[in-house]
């Protein structure tokens, strides 16, 4: 649990320090948009990998949070 709340932490701390801002602008002359049909970033492998990783931590944290049997 201690480690849980010190990740926590950390990556509330990391979003405030990471705070930003986004702006495009008209002179890009439309060359992003053309790439967006044609480029896909998608890599189901590694979205299925991270999901699989998250069941597991979740099992083991059900599984730590019972009390033992008598």
């Known amino acids: 649990m201690y480690?849980?709340?010190v990740f926590?932490?950390?990556v509330a701390c990391l979003c405030?320090?990471?705070h930003a801002?986004?702006?495009f602008t008209s002179?890009?002359?439309g060359k992003r948009a053309?790439?967006?049909g044609t480029l896909s970033c998608r890599n189901d492998d590694v979205l299925q990998t991270i999901y699989k990783m998250i069941q597991n931590e979740a099992?083991?944290?059900i599984i730590c949070q019972k009390?033992?049997?008598p």
């Open 3 to 5: 480690k849980l709340s």
């Open 34 to 36: 053309a790439l967006t």
């Open 27 to 29: 002179s890009w002359g």
């Open 16 to 18: 405030l320090v990471a």
């Open 8 to 10: 926590l932490v950390v």
């Open 67 to 69: 009390p033992p049997m």
């Open 21 to 23: 801002q986004l702006t």
């Open 59 to 61: 099992q083991r944290l």
